[in-house]
């Protein structure tokens, strides 16, 4: 991130959606809830379903809209050079590229959707301080019973 300029520091508040199930629905009601008030939403999710792009919505006045082609492509592309044929994950690099769209465009607040049972990192170098934190055991954890 320190050869990108550090672009999750120059992001807006930051909520993490994190769990096993529910984040993409999560996500989808946050956003929806936050726009219909009026807010410029950024989301990151991952995986894509179909195209890449979804991955990376752009938070705008009267709604989100998501990360264009050659957006997307310039972003990957300079987090690529920035990276400088280190060692790197797909989902760290896109990542990365979010933190590097988010950081170029005005939001009130970014959605970032986090899987903390997976072997990647949840956010390589998360902002340092979420908007909101809600930690509750996985349902058929030994801590749930």
Do not use: W
Not at 56 to 71: A, H, M, S, W
Not at 95 to 118: G, I, K, R, Y
Not at 119 to 142: D, G, I, V
């Amino acid at each position: 991130m320190q050869r990108l300029d550090h672009p999750e520091r120059k992001l807006p508040p930051v909520i993490h959606v994190a769990g096993t199930n529910g984040k993409g629905s999560t996500i989808a009601y946050l956003r929806a809830v936050m726009e219909a008030a009026g807010l410029r939403v950024h989301v990151y999710t991952s995986p894509a379903l179909v195209r890449l792009n979804e991955c990376f919505r752009i938070g705008k006045p009267g709604g989100g809209v998501l990360v264009g082609d050659d957006e997307l492509r310039a972003a990957l592309e300079h987090c690529e050079r920035a990276n400088a044929g280190e060692p790197i994950t797909l989902f760290e690099m896109e990542t990365a590229a979010a933190f590097c769209l988010f950081a170029q465009n005005e939001a009130d607040v970014a959605l970032l959707e986090v899987d903390p049972v997976s072997s990647s990192p949840p956010t390589p170098s998360s902002p340092p301080t979420p908007l909101a934190t809600n930690l509750s055991p996985h349902p058929k954890s030994s801590l749930s019973s």
